[in-house]
Each structure stands twice: as structure tokens, then as C-alpha cells.
């Protein structure tokens, strides 16, 4: 919701922004993928939302998706990190700008700021953009505050209020 312009749609060269964030989660189906919708996101409670696209994944899988439940939206996620994927580079769905890109979750050595080794767990998320619409800058800036909310697990599944 702070970077509006990422869940845009860019049509007729038009920018189209929109109140509630549509995101489509990129499914992998027998024969390519499906791209069901979580119809306003940004009102939902993280258990909803994975309770939601665990629904949707099983009936995009069993070719029981409404055409209405996997067009549109207003910002994508695709996740590889359960096929061992450490970075992918996803396509964005047109007429939509921006997709996030997720791989899997794995550890890294690293130094502190006081000099102390310890191990990370890494997760490297990519966010193609189209630049009709979104600069490098938004997006950079998008990036940076996913990088703060998971860094804050507790936040991410305090319900809304």
C-alpha cells in the first residue's frame, strides 16, 4: 500500500492505480501456469490470504478456476523457492507493472557490525518492473521496506485492524 504505483496497470498507456491490492499468485499448472487472485490482499490477515491461495492452487490445479478468479489484479508474486530456485527472473503479466519474484530460503555466513561471523538465513527476491510506469527508484524503495516487514515476523502476522 506505501508504493502505490507498484500495483498499477499500465493500459491503453494509461496509468491505472487502484485502492485495493489485487495480487495474482503465479501457480504452476499441467501444462504452463495459472495465476488465480487474492482479491483485496490488503484486508486480510496472513493466515487468510495462504488459506486462500492453498484453495485457489488446488482448484487452478484441477482446471476449476473461474476465468474472473484469474484475470486482472494488480500485482503478481511468483515463488520458485519450493523447486530449490535460488533467483529466477519472472515475467510480468501484462496489463499489470511489476511482479515479485521470490527463491528459496537459504543460509549465508556474514559479519556483523561489530565484527562477529554468524550465520543468515537469505532470501533473494527480485522485482522486474515496467518502466512505462515504475522507476528503479520506486522499486528499490519497495524493495527495502519487504526487506523490513520480514524482518519483523511478529508484524506480519498481527491481525489487522
Known amino acids: 500500500m506505501k508504493h502505490r504505483l507498484v500495483k498499477?496497470?499500465?493500459?491503453?498507456?494509461?496509468?491505472?492505480?487502484?485502492?485495493?491490492?489485487?495480487?495474482?499468485?503465479?501457480?504452476g499448472v499441467e501444462g504452463g501456469v495459472s495465476t488465480p487472485i487474492i482479491l483485496g490482499a490488503n484486508r486480510k490477515v496472513i493466515y487468510d490470504i495462504a488459506n486462500e491461495i492453498r484453495q485457489l492452487a488446488a482448484r487452478a490445479a484441477a482446471d476449476q478456476l473461474q476465468m474472473s478468479e484469474n484475470v486482472?489484479?494488480?500485482?503478481?508474486?511468483?515463488?520458485?523457492?519450493?523447486?530449490?530456485?535460488?533467483?529466477?527472473?519472472?515475467?510480468?503479466?501484462?496489463?499489470?507493472?511489476?511482479?515479485?519474484?521470490?527463491?528459496?530460503?537459504?543460509?549465508?555466513?556474514?559479519?556483523?557490525?561489530s565484527g562477529a561471523v554468524?550465520?543468515?538465513s537469505i532470501l533473494c527476491a527480485t522485482l522486474p518492473i515496467d518502466h512505462r510506469a515504475?522507476?528503479?527508484v520506486i522499486g528499490a524503495a519497495f524493495l527495502g521496506t519487504l526487506q523490513k516487514i520480514l524482518q519483523q515476523p511478529k508484524q506480519i502476522f498481527a491481525s489487522k485492524a
Do not use: K, W
Open 8 to 27: 498499477s496497470q499500465l493500459v491503453d498507456d494509461e496509468i491505472h492505480l487502484y485502492s485495493d491490492v489485487d495480487i495474482s499468485v503465479v501457480v
Open 134 to 136: 515504475i522507476d528503479g
Open 72 to 113: 486482472g489484479g494488480s500485482f503478481s508474486i511468483s515463488n520458485l523457492g519450493s523447486l530449490d530456485e535460488v533467483q529466477f527472473d519472472a515475467i510480468i503479466n501484462p496489463p499489470q507493472c511489476a511482479v515479485l519474484a521470490l527463491g528459496r530460503i537459504g543460509r549465508n555466513v556474514t559479519m556483523d557490525e
Open 118 to 120: 554468524r550465520s543468515v
